[in-house]
């Protein structure tokens, strides 16, 4: 008697699902075709992992909930790590049964796994380094700032300085052949620049040309080329070596949510992260695209910094995926996934992981940049973290 009380009592204690929204007769046929377009991308996505979800967040946006949590069930069933909590476009289901069944059944996918330990803390909290960069010759990491507007110089033991400043939003930093590469947004403009290393002066600033911009990450060539992935503009900019101005690399094609952007050894096979396909490999002779092939149970899709070692990709995602840091081996031809495995998930110490870069044989990575923080609010010490290769 008492555990059929106990049981009820837990069933009783879970809310609802509210009551599907009403669309009106102008929304409904604009809704419906919406739903239709995604089941055609669902259809012929490779990777349809987000594409899955992005039917689920058609549905809820529509408040149609029954639904909703039909195409959450199927995704929670795939194991990928996707979770669900962390979209606000879910937040009506929360409490209900069926949204905290479907939760559970995603926490099994999204055990913690820590490979990592501490290599340094930077004090200055508010930084908000969305990327960071490694020069081998003298030993130091480069952070763009997010919120200041500037790169930090650190150590490794923490010890920074002001490298350049006035950038706008700064995301994307690489170090290649005594320069420093980063990416500047701001309301009049987004660019790429180029500083020299050796005495941090402004080299060249190449703007992309247009509105509706906004660069992203970079990788380079060992030929000295150039790529910068451009999100909105959903789309590749390319910078020949000695050029002067930014092109649009495959400009008959879209890289839509462009992201994280690596680059072979041997210069010959670009690596970018974008939706729907998860990673897409470019043939860089040829300009032949495809998706990075690989077995169920892994999702490529929110790929955010995306870098090469050797013959193997290391990738954060985040967002509507549980953060964490993955590292995928690669097929002799770099078109499909031989192995991979999570190197770092449900770290307490996660605070937004974007961005990090590769020093000798192991990966060092920013683990709260503490994003989301208002000006004013009180900043932790950037905790930064390495994981062998």
């Known amino acids: 008697m008492r555990l059929a009380l106990i049981a009820f009592a837990a069933v009783a204690g879970f809310a609802q699902l509210p009551p599907s929204g009403t669309l009106s007769q102008n929304d409904r046929p604009v809704f419906r075709a919406e739903v239709g377009r995604v089941e055609k991308e669902l259809a012929a996505s490779p990777d349809n992992c987000w594409v899955l ?47 905290e069944a479907i939760l559970r059944q995603t926490r099994e996918s999204m055990k913690p796994v820590s490979t990592s330990r501490e290599a340094f ?56 052949g005594g320069r420093l590469w980063a990416v500047s947004n701001s309301k009049e403009a987004s660019a790429l620049v180029e500083f020299e290393l050796s005495s941090g002066r402004l080299a060249h600033r190449y703007v992309a040309p247009g509105k509706g911009h906004s660069l992203n990450d970079i990788a380079i060539a060992p030929n000295g080329d150039v790529f910068a992935t451009d999100t909105p503009g959903a789309a590749i900019w390319r910078l020949r070596a000695g050029g002067s101005m930014l092109e649009r690399f495959l400009p008959d094609q879209e890289f839509r949510f462009a992201n994280g952007i690596t680059i072979s050894g ?51 995602q985040n967002s509507s995926m549980a953060p ?10 770099l078109k499909a996934v031989e192995r991979w495995k999570v190197i770092e998930r449900g770290n307490p ?38 994981t062998k290769l």
Request: aromatic share 8%; charged share 25%.
């Open 324 to 333: 964490r840091i993955i590292r995928i081996d690669l097929s002799r031809d």
């Open 266 to 316: 041997d210069g010959g096979t670009l690596f970018v992260s974008n939706y729907p396909d998860g990673i897409s490999a470019v043939d860089l002779a040829t300009g032949a695209r495809q998706s990075l092939g690989h077995r169920k149970g892994l999702c490529l899709a929110l790929v955010d910094g995306l870098y090469l070692h050797g013959r193997s990709l290391i990738a954060i």
């Open 121 to 176: 803390r930077i004090a200055e909290g508010d930084l908000t380094p969305e990327s960071e960069a490694y020069d081998p010759l003298t030993r130091r990491f480069y952070l763009g700032s997010m919120r200041m507007g500037a790169i930090a110089r650190c150590d490794r033991k923490g010890h920074c300085e002001r490298f350049a400043e006035g950038l706008g939003s700064v995301l994307g930093v690489k170090v290649a």
């Open 53 to 99: 979800n992005e039917l689920a967040r058609t549905w809820a946006s529509g408040q149609q909930y029954p639904e909703t949590v039909q195409w959450l069930e199927k995704i929670a069933s795939l194991g990928v790590g996707l979770d669900p909590s962390r979209d606000p476009l879910y937040k009506a289901l929360h409490g209900t049964r069926e949204f």
């Open 349 to 386: 110490r996660f605070n937004g992981i974007t961005g990090g870069t590769i020093a000798g044989n192991a990966f060092y990575y920013a683990t709260n940049i503490q994003d989301e923080k208002p000006d004013g609010a009180a900043f932790d010490p950037i905790a930064i973290l390495k």
